[in-house]
């Protein structure tokens, strides 16, 4: 089954204790990229990947890294977290040339 | 800036009705755009979408209607069902670009 798969999908940790939320893929997709979703604020996207190797920021990188090793896998990086990252994240994945992104299924951080 | 907006936070519809949903953009240079369904607890689900060269575009009942004059995006969904309910994101994307400019959503509840 096509997918995009997150883990965790719950997580609840306390300001300044490093964390990684895992993303992968298994559609082949080159481009990926992170979302958080805030109430009243939508979908605003942190960091996007057009390839291995290739990141770029999106509207909101402050406090967040990324990393594109391999296609499939798309981690995002909390290396300090505050409470103002407390939020819904989303990944997602789209082939080259296409508009329709695939979204996995969130992670909802708390950050106490 | 530039913003993409939903006009109502919350639709009831009564199960059979037709539901419309709808939402306005402000950048012009906007030529491609989405709408998604996010059901409680899940990502955001493509629907269906409509690039600046059409007005209207049809799916398995679901429509967009795309006002280019007015800068005025909608959907329509024929005979709602309760698995209509959900949260309803309209996206747009200038042409040749990778970022997705998300709305806040309207939440759909259908009524039995």
């Known amino acids: 089954e096509a997918q995009v798969t997150q883990n965790p999908r719950y997580l609840i940790t306390v300001t300044g204790k490093k964390l990684t939320v895992t993303c992968s893929q298994n559609?082949?997709?080159?481009?990926m990229s992170w979302y958080r979703q805030d109430p009243g604020l939508g979908l605003r996207q942190i960091y996007y990947s057009m390839n291995v190797e290739v990141t770029d920021k999106g509207d909101v990188p402050e406090g967040y890294k990324v990393s594109r090793k391999e296609k499939r896998n798309f981690p995002l990086i909390l290396e300090s977290p505050s409470p103002n990252q407390t939020s819904l994240y989303f990944c997602a994945s789209r082939r080259p040339g296409a508009d329709t992104q695939y979204f996995g299924p969130g992670t909802r951080l708390t950050v106490l | 800036g530039e913003s993409v907006g939903l006009h109502l936070p919350t639709l009831s519809v009564q199960e059979g009705d037709n539901s419309i949903i709808n939402c306005a953009y402000s950048n012009s240079a906007s030529d491609y755009f989405i709408w998604y369904k996010q059901e409680s607890g899940k990502g955001p689900q493509f629907i269906i979408d409509i690039r600046s060269n059409m007005d209207k575009r049809q799916g398995q009942r679901v429509t967009v209607l795309l006002n280019k004059t007015v800068k005025h995006l909608s959907l329509q969904i024929a005979a709602t069902q309760p698995g209509d309910s959900a949260v309803y994101f309209c996206a747009e994307k200038v042409g040749g670009g990778n970022k997705l400019t998300f709305g806040t959503g309207t939440q759909l509840k259908v009524e039995l």
């Open positions: 559609m082949n997709h080159e481009y």
